[in-house]
Each structure stands twice: as C-alpha cells, then as structure tokens.
C-alpha cells in the first residue's frame, strides 16, 4: 500500500514551483530562505518528499557510479620531456617571437645610440683623420695639394673641419644603414 | 590568479610562470578532458596537448582574459579536435547535435558488476553531449557548480539549468515501467 502510494506520488511529479528548488536543495546550494520555505512545503507534500527521495538517490548513485580517474604517475615525466624538446627545437612562432624582440631591442639600442655613441665615433674617427692631415700639412705643406686631398689655398683648419664633417656623415649613414636593417627584419 | 604567476607572466618570465600552471591545473585539466573525451587515455594524452599549447602560446597570454578562462578554452579546443579525428562529423557549434553525441564512445565504466549502475551510465549516455559532460564534471568536481561553470565557460545559471534538464530527464528514463505507467 505504501509503495504504490509513493509510486503514485512519483508518478505525478514534485509541485513545479519547488522542483527547481528540490534540486538545488539536494547538493545544499539553495539560498537559506528558499530552502526554509521548501522544508515547510515538504512537511505536508507527499509528492515532493518522493521526488526528493528519488532525487537524493538518484545523486547518491551518480556519485558513486562515476569514475574517478586520475593522472598517471609518469605524466609530469614526460610533459617535462616534451617541454624539454621543445625548448630546444624552438618552432617558428618561437624564433618570430625572439626575432620581434630583438628587433625591438635594436631599435631601443638605436634610439639610445644615437644619441653619444654614433655621435662620439664620428668625432674620434674625424679627429684622427684631421690631425694626421693636419700632421701632412706641417712637415710637407704641398704634399696634399699635389695628392689633390685639399684644394689650393685651404687652410689646414678648414680641412680639420671638412674631414670631421665627412666622419660624421659616415657616422650617419651607419645609422640609416642599421635603422634600415630593422624596418627590413619587421617586414620579415 | 597565483599571484606568484602573475608576477612571473607580468615578468616575462615564461618559463617560471609555466612551471607554477602545470601543478595548479593540470588536474582540472585532465577533469574536464576527462568529461568531454570519456576515456581516461584520450583524456591524459589532451591534458598533455592542451598543457604543450599553454607552454607555447603563453608569451602571447595578454592577461585580458582570466589564466583558467584561457586555459579552459584551450582544453575545450584541444578535446574538440580530438573529437573531430573520431568523427569527422562532429559539429563544433551544436553540442546537442546527433553526431557530437555520437562522437565520443568510449565509457571507462570499470567492472560490470552492478546492474543499476552499469543501467544509469547508458541512460546518461543518451542524454545530449552538452548535459552528459555536465553531469560527470559536476560529480568530478566534487559537487562544484563554480568550477563547472569555470571549466565550461559557461555562466553559473546555464550550468544549473543544465544540470537541472539531466538530471531530471534521467530521473524519468530511470524509474521503473510501472511508476512511469501508474
């Protein structure tokens, strides 16, 4: 008698206002007042308390039914292995990764660069050129102008002057050369 | 987010960061590649793929979207391929669909000894992709609507609702002949 009476009760279902409700209630997520409510509905509904019956074995069975696997002990042995490979094989987007990062860093090099090392090259390198003609000059006054290096009637400083100008443009075109080569690596 | 991973990525410390992920999440990964994949196999070789994808696409993780989130979504792709080389069919939009049902066959059910059991996995077993994959991660996660939520990318109320429409559809394929009929 009282199994066909659960039955029945099974049969027609929980109230559908609370079945949303019997569920949540089930695992313990269901807010503290809903859940009051719902104890005092299950205290006089034969077809809810069924329903959650059903539902709680329902939930006991699934827990117990699932399986629950787990990692095999060698996993992280051969994870470390492939990363291991992999770091010492970089792959394309690797290498573009690197490629991008040391182009940014030509760039801030350059940027920085410019600024006194280009520039203090230039005037070494102008230095050493005007003072060895400038040297010429005193033991062999016509020496340059024979060689055709300085035109006639230029004074020594303004050859110190226009050698210097000249390293530095070197030194200039240096830069545009290695600026050049990392708008070219970007474009790559 | 591990702070200390945080820091190390806010670094650009790759390597270190990368170090700190495979421990925090490797088993969730392996949980979630488990409820998708069904096949404790399947689901440790994608658990490598998708930790391999991390350690490769991690110099471009911008932050804009939460570490597990990314992670999650590479898991999610990763089974999904693997899916896909079962059966060519499967559909990457429509978890409901016939084929992505079908996709996955594989059942590590264990020994054959308890008939109600054994009867309550098939019937969960026909329930669409989308609701099975819910239910065993649910019971994987010990019960966690969040972690769920978090591992589908899914917002906690869809995930309840899911959860919800499995359970009760299993409930009514579960009862017997004469509860239905009475």
Redesign the interface.
């Known amino acids: 008698m009282n199994q066909?009476i659960h039955?029945?009760a099974?049969?027609l279902g929980p109230c559908a206002e609370y079945?949303?409700d019997l569920?949540?209630h089930s695992?313990g997520?269901l807010a503290p007042e809903p859940a009051a409510l719902l104890q005092q509905h299950l205290a006089h509904c034969a077809r809810c308390r069924a329903y959650a019956a059903?539902?709680a074995q329902?939930?006991a069975?699934?827990?117990?039914?699932?399986?629950?696997?787990?990692?095999?002990p060698g996993?992280?042995a051969?994870?470390a292995a492939?990363?291991g490979e992999?770091r010492r094989t970089p792959?394309r987007?690797?290498a573009l990764?690197a490629a991008e990062r040391e182009h940014q860093q030509l760039l801030g090099a350059l940027g920085r660069g410019i600024d006194w090392r280009t520039w203090l090259n230039a005037a070494a390198l102008g230095s050493v050129a005007g003072g060895v003609l400038l040297a010429l000059d005193a033991v062999a006054p016509q020496l340059l102008e024979t060689l055709g290096l300085v035109p006639a009637g230029v004074s020594p400083s303004t050859t110190f002057a226009v050698v210097l100008g000249a390293a530095a443009l070197a030194g200039g075109l240096t830069f545009a050369r290695r600026l050049g080569s990392g708008l070219l690596l970007r474009r790559g | 987010m591990d702070p200390a991973i945080q820091a190390h990525l806010a670094a650009g410390r790759h390597a270190r960061a990368?170090d700190l992920i495979?421990p925090e999440f490797?088993?969730r990964v392996?949980r979630l590649s488990?409820s998708i994949l069904k096949d404790?196999s399947a689901?440790?070789d994608a658990?490598?793929e998708t930790?391999?994808r991390v350690?490769?696409a991690l110099?471009?993780f911008d932050g804009r979207a939460a570490l597990g989130t990314w992670i999650y979504a590479i898991t999610r792709n990763t089974c999904l391929m693997e899916l896909r080389k079962r059966r060519p069919t499967v559909s990457f939009d429509d978890p409901d669909s016939t084929e992505a049902q079908h996709a996955a066959t594989a059942i590590?059910?264990?020994p054959a000894e308890?008939p109600?059991?054994d009867n309550?996995?098939r019937l969960?077993d026909s329930l669409p992709a989308n609701q099975q994959q819910a239910?065993?991660l649910f019971?994987?996660e010990d019960?966690s609507?969040d972690a769920v939520a978090a591992a589908l990318g899914m917002p906690l109320g869809t995930v309840?609702n899911l959860?919800?429409r499995a359970?009760?559809r299993?409930?009514e394929l579960?009862?017997p002949a004469?509860?239905?009929?009475?």
């Not at chain 1, 827990?63 to 787990?70: I, K, M, S, T």
């Not at chain 2, 004469?178 to 009475?182: D, F, K, Y």
């Open positions: 066909s039955e029945r099974l049969s079945e949303f569920f949540e695992e997520s059903e539902l329902l939930d069975t699934l827990a117990a039914a699932l399986p629950r696997p787990e990692l095999s996993f992280d051969r994870l492939r990363i992999l792959d987007a690797s990764v | 990368f495979v490797r088993d392996f488990f404790r689901a440790e658990t490598q930790l391999v350690w490769k110099p471009g590590a059910t264990g308890d109600e059991r309550l996995l969960l239910v065993r019971y994987l019960r609507y309840k959860l919800f359970r009760k299993l409930m579960a009862r004469e509860v239905q009929a009475a």
